[in-house]
């Protein structure tokens, strides 16, 4: 069975572009998650969906930051535009959907994103 | 917000030596997970604890939930040079599904 992927694994852009993030979960997983670590720091949340709606979006930091999750499979964060701060490596997550307390998630291998 | 603290930040032990990574709160989580992360992939569930005093074992891992549930260890026994990778702990209140990490621990393997 094929794990959560990431697309792309590394991305290089300038303050001010836009980029676009992947990932695909789990097949069958009805929960996806957004995390992020920036170098040196903890990963942090950012997002969940449950299929296609958000649950909880507290962790975004802010409106230039877009997910979505269009037929509850596939999802994309859009930071647009840019920031230097926005450096770091991006974890996507996807879980069955039991209880949460028992519901493990597993990560895929992250897009690392360099803002110049 | 809640916080889960790691310290070091990294270890450097000889291979064949034990060693524990602690994880401290100030809040209480119900759930307590180590994961670790090797380079260039995403972190991999090692183990999960779901009750207080809870003592899981897998391979030559150990991990404990405190009693208090503000805190949780991870031993590794007879460590081996493929253990080499950051070490975090992770823990949910319960509350929602998101799950709330440390730091993260490098640990370095000297063979």
């Known amino acids: 069975e094929a794990g959560v992927t990431q697309f792309p694994s590394h991305s290089v852009i300038e303050k001010g572009q836009t980029v676009t993030l992947r990932c695909d979960p789990i097949?069958?997983?009805?929960?996806l998650y957004w995390y992020r670590r920036v170098m040196g720091k903890e990963i942090k949340f950012l997002l969940h969906?449950?299929?296609?709606?958000?649950?909880?979006e507290s962790g975004m930091p802010n409106n230039r930051f877009l997910a979505e999750r269009t037929g509850g499979t596939y999802s994309t964060l859009k930071v647009q535009p840019a920031e230097l701060e926005d450096s770091g490596v991006y974890f996507c997550?996807?879980?069955?959907?039991?209880?949460?307390?028992?519901?493990?998630?597993?990560f895929g291998p992250g897009t690392r994103l360099t803002v110049l | 917000g809640q916080q889960l603290n790691q310290s070091p930040q990294s270890m450097f032990i000889q291979e064949g030596e034990d060693v524990s990574m602690n994880c401290t709160s100030s809040?209480?989580?119900?759930?307590w997970l180590w994961y670790k992360q090797d380079p260039g992939e995403g972190p991999v569930l090692l183990i999960a604890?779901?009750?207080?005093?809870e003592l899981t074992s897998n391979g030559r891992l150990t991990a404990q939930f405190g009693i208090t549930r503000k805190d949780s260890f991870l031993n590794i026994s007879a460590s081996i040079p493929s253990d080499v990778g950051i070490y975090f702990c992770?823990?949910?209140?319960?509350?929602?599904?998101?799950?709330?990490f440390g730091k993260g621990i490098t640990l370095s393997v000297r063979p």
């Open positions: 997550a996807s879980s069955q959907g039991r209880a949460a307390l028992t519901d493990t998630q597993y």
């Open positions: 097949s069958g997983h009805d929960n």
């Open positions: 969906f449950v299929k296609e709606s958000k649950q909880d």
């Open positions: 809040s209480i989580f119900n759930t």
């Open positions: 604890l779901y009750k207080a005093g």
């Open positions: 992770a823990g949910h209140t319960g509350a929602n599904s998101k799950l709330t």
